[in-house]
């Protein structure tokens, strides 16, 4: 089992910036890669960056370049930093570990940015 536990969501203006954290613990030794989804209202989940554990990443093309997704192994905790955000960026934020045979996920975290 893998617990993770996401912060840092909030109201944000247009071209403001945010950090989330998701924070994990259990059996994390055998994550093989980590990631950050987002759900709006009416909309179906979608991925928004990945990270494996060779430190491999990558992005959903709508946040290439103003996301950034990273990780501190020392506190077990992969962070979303995000730049530059736009309106259509507001959603429920959440991270995932995905080892060879189970996905875990967190419980979400909100972002809006609005004006």
């Known amino acids: 089992q893998v617990q993770l536990v996401e912060s840092g969501g909030g109201l944000v203006q247009p071209g403001g910036s945010l950090r989330l954290s998701c924070a994990a613990s259990?059996?994390?030794?055998?994550?093989?890669?980590m990631e950050w989804y987002r759900q709006a209202p009416g909309q179906e989940r979608e991925r928004v960056a990945i990270?494996?554990?060779?430190?491999?990443?990558n992005y959903k093309d709508s946040v290439k370049g103003r996301f950034t997704i990273s990780r501190d192994n020392a506190k077990n905790t992969v962070y979303l930093q995000m730049n530059s955000l736009k309106p259509e960026d507001t959603a429920v934020y959440y991270c995932s570990a995905r080892t060879t045979s189970n996905t875990y996920w967190g419980q979400g975290t909100q972002v809006t940015v609005s004006a």
């Open positions: 990270i494996s554990r060779y430190d491999r990443t």
């Open positions: 259990g059996d994390i030794f055998n994550v093989n890669v």
